[in-house]
């Protein structure tokens, strides 16, 4: 189905352009801007690696943070339904005595915390410039999923016994079942016990900024790559715009949802379809190709391969130590 989306909306933007015209766009495209946007690209995932830390129990110090964002998001321009989510969970866990489960509660976490900012942003944008109701009812939805996964994350933080015996309860009829459950429960649990410690509070707040800037940052200068001269807010909103489309499915790489969010937002500043275009394609090449060289270089560097990461049981002794 994501390819299906994928190459339909892709089918319908080359559709209502000039060839001719999304060419001449691409023939200007100034190159000393677009290698500045993807060198960018890598910086923000090293921001969310640092950012990532402070989401794991304090003094816990895992190692391989940064690999792990960069070879999980190389994945995920390379796999299918968002397979770079485990791959990322799966090189901390390997290396890391505390698990998988407990590397995965952080990642939820963090991925709640990236779609409150998404909405907070969107709902500043609406105040400023007409977004189409297609994207605020998709805030509105990413909203209600992010209210959910907070009452039930902010539960099991605040009450692990509780949880702990209404598990129990559900379970006790199958011994078996019910020692597996407690064993994942409890290495979950301590996942959570970063956004409980206060003195990562502020730095969680500071690096969540900076992980939002960098690639606001990144959106302006290729703006700049392209001959657009557009205002700030137009990096802003080709930003939520994009984080928005790619929550539907698509093909790996986000092609199509990406290149006609993109398009969207543009056409909200009156920019023609051919240069809104030429920009999604090259914004996207930009962040899709240095992204996923430095995430290959970091998956030679931990002697780890996609299929292993992919195929790899979320418990035991396998994932927490290297192989």
């Known amino acids: 189905m994501g390819v299906a989306i994928s190459l339909a909306l892709l089918a319908l933007l080359l559709a209502s352009v000039d060839l001719r015209e999304l060419g001449e766009q691409l023939r200007r495209t100034r190159w000393g801007w677009t290698l500045l946007a993807a060198t960018l690209g890598p910086i923000g995932l090293w921001v969310r690696a640092q950012r990532w830390r402070y989401l794991f129990p304090p003094r816990s110090d895992p190692p391989g943070l940064v690999p792990a964002m960069m070879i999980g998001y190389m994945a995920n321009n390379l796999l299918p339904l968002r397979a770079g989510e485990v791959v990322r969970v799966y090189v901390v866990a390997r290396r890391w005595r505390r698990g998988f489960w407990t590397t995965l509660a952080t990642l939820i976490v963090e991925r709640v915390l990236d779609s409150l900012v998404l909405v907070l942003v969107l709902a500043v944008l609406v105040l400023l410039i007409p977004v189409p109701p297609v994207f605020q009812w998709t805030a509105v939805a990413l909203l209600a999923i992010d209210f959910g996964a907070m009452a039930v994350l902010g539960f099991l933080a605040a009450a692990p016994g509780t949880c702990r015996r209404l598990l129990e309860r559900l379970t006790r009829r199958w011994p078996r079942v ?11 649990a301590r996942g959570l016990e970063g956004i409980r410690t206060r003195h990562h509070l502020l730095p969680l707040l500071v690096w969540t900024v900076i992980v939002w800037v960098v690639p606001a940052l990144t ?11 557009l205002p700030w807010i137009a990096a802003w909103t080709v930003l939520v715009f994009v984080g928005l489309g790619i929550s539907i499915p698509s093909a790996p790489g986000y092609v199509g949802v990406f290149h006609y969010a993109v398009v969207l937002a543009l056409g909200i500043f009156d920019v023609p379809r051919p240069a809104s275009l030429g920009y999604a394609i090259v914004l996207h090449a930009s962040q899709i190709v240095p992204v996923t060289l430095v995430g ?9 391969s996609l299929g292993e990461a992919t195929r790899a049981r979320p418990a035991g002794a396998d994932l927490s130590s290297p192989r």
């Open 219 to 229: 959106v302006w200068t290729m703006l700049q790559a392209v001959n657009l001269d």
């Open 178 to 188: 019910e020692r597996r459950v407690a064993g994942i429960f409890e290495t979950f």
């Open 296 to 304: 290959w270089i970091f998956m030679l560097r931990e002697h780890v």
